[in-house]
């Protein structure tokens, strides 16, 4: 391929169009830092130190094999363990503790309920058992998830599951929405 060269009329044309040029001094380009994103805080792990922290204002009542539970945390309207009951809230989690021992329930219920608040469940489903076995006719795991509940800092409400659930061995637990998903939700509106 030869080389071609412009005629005058193309050259004078192409500087008319391109206008004053400025010669470069260096060939070289430095990058500048763009604009860093804001540091932010993380957030905070919910810390599963202790969650049974409500203390009880009176002696709760021995439960038997087949007496209903109910509960509402002060505050709470009833229509809300109404609603509860129906099953209007959907299941989020099971956990079924029946067969172990008080300590090894109650460790598993401390942990289950702190990854249903850290993962935003909002009705969970607790197995205990009605205690057909336990001695002198009393459920201790019945009685144990019934004062565990009252005392966790993150339970609104609890009550007996349908029949088709479990009965009166079992509980419908509703939770508090954590303060992540508070936020969140916040956020949105």
Known sequence: MTKKTPDSDDAALFRQSVGRVN??????IWLTPGDKPKARPRKKMLEPENPLQNTLDEGVERLS?????????PGMQKNVLKKLRKGVYGLDATIDLHGYTSAKAKLMLVKFMHHCVENGFRCVHIIHGKGYRSQDSHPVLKNDVN?????HRDVLAFCSAPPREGGTGAVMVLLRLSEKYREEDEAEY
């Open 23 to 28: 010669k470069i001094r260096q060939d070289k």
């Open 147 to 151: 004062v565990w509940l009252r005392q």
């Open 65 to 73: 094999h087949e007496d209903k539970q109910g509960f509402l945390t």
